[in-house]
């Protein structure tokens, strides 16, 4: 009984951390990348060219649906 020491106990470190900046990054460049896209479609349907901004929007669509398979 005298022989454990409870006072040691504590939850053990993430693997790697708790934030990794390589994954950070990556954050922010998908989050550029869909900014940039949603800004071309917004500038191509204000300048009347719905055909550009489908095209924009659905290879914007295309590469996210690749990022997240």
């Given amino acids: 009984m005298f022989g454990h020491d409870n006072a040691k106990l504590a939850p053990p470190r ?3 951390g708790s934030i ?5 990054l990556m954050a922010l460049l998908l989050l550029a990348i869909a900014l940039g896209a949603i800004t071309g479609v917004v500038v191509a ?3 009347g ?3 550009v ?6 290879v914007a669509a295309a590469f ?4 997240g398979c």
């Fill in 64 to 67: 996210f649906a690749r990022v």
């Fill in 53 to 58: 901004a489908l095209i924009i929007g659905l």
């Fill in 20 to 24: 990794n900046g390589t994954r950070i």
């Fill in 14 to 16: 993430a693997a790697g």
């Fill in 49 to 51: 060219q719905p055909t």
């Fill in 45 to 47: 349907l204000s300048s």
